[in-house]
């Protein structure tokens, strides 16, 4: 079975600090690894996605992510936190095996940007 | 939006009525997913197809069932809708190959109120 964690349901930074929103997975097999962004009223955009590789993956809208095998983590972040940048972050993992299995999600992180 | 139209975007009903959802895809993706998005549950799979007649059950499958006659179409049924149907729906695809696999692609979702 597969699972993921974010730790903070919600998440304030400043304007110009850095962001760090944290996820840890649990998956018996390699797994694939995203990183999803949703705005009010929208649907889930995709921010990053590990597969295979290099384990610091370079996103959207400056944020990247990196892979921690023996920390079973792969927390995103951002060096300089944007106003625009405040909405509910999701971390999902795959299983790598799992043929038409869907991404299992973690229950998100507001991100809140303080001016 | 890959491709993905969601009917409709708003719909109210009352308990114990039959409701369905559209997704309506444009890409000709073999795998189609439908999630529920709640406070503090971040996204659950309900159902999911890899391809026409071709549907399991996800993680919150029961009061829902699916149809997929057709690639481009995959309905998700409320038999009998409750008030814990409440949520926002949405449906997403994965490409098969390519660039875009393995990531989910959603649409714009469905809120459902059930009073």
């Not at chain 2, 503090?40 to 799979?45: A, E, Q, T, W």
């Not at chain 2, 029961?62 to 995959?74: A, I, L, N, P």
Request: hydrophobic share 30%.
């Amino acid at each position: 079975a597969q699972s993921v964690t974010q730790l903070g349901s919600h998440v304030s930074v400043s304007e110009g600090a850095l962001v760090l929103l944290r996820c840890n997975y649990s998956s018996s097999v390699p797994p694939y690894l995203f990183w999803y962004v949703q705005y009010p009223n929208q649907g889930l955009q995709l921010l990053l996605k590990y597969t295979t590789g290099a384990t610091l993956v370079k996103g959207i809208n400056g944020f990247e992510a990196e892979f921690k095998k023996s920390e079973t983590s792969f927390h995103l972040t951002k060096p300089s936190a944007h106003m625009s940048d405040a909405a509910e972050y999701f971390c999902a993992v795959l299983y790598s095996g799992g043929g038409a299995d869907g991404l299992t999600f973690g229950k998100g992180t507001h991100l809140i940007i303080q001016p | 939006d890959a491709g993905i139209t969601q009917s409709p975007r708003h719909k109210v009903t009352e308990t114990g009525t039959p409701v369905t959802l559209r997704c309506h895809q444009t890409e000709n993706h073999r795998y189609m997913y439908w999630y529920r998005q709640d406070p503090g549950h971040g996204l659950r799979l309900i159902h999911y197809s890899y391809g026409v007649k071709d549907t399991d059950k996800g993680e919150v499958s029961d009061g829902y069932s699916v149809s997929r006659s057709k690639t481009e179409d995959f309905l998700l049924t409320l038999e009998s809708a409750t008030s814990s149907q409440t949520s926002v729906y949405f449906c997403a695809i994965r490409p098969d190959r390519g660039r875009g696999h393995p990531s989910l692609h959603f649409g714009n979702g469905t809120r459902l109120t059930v009073t």
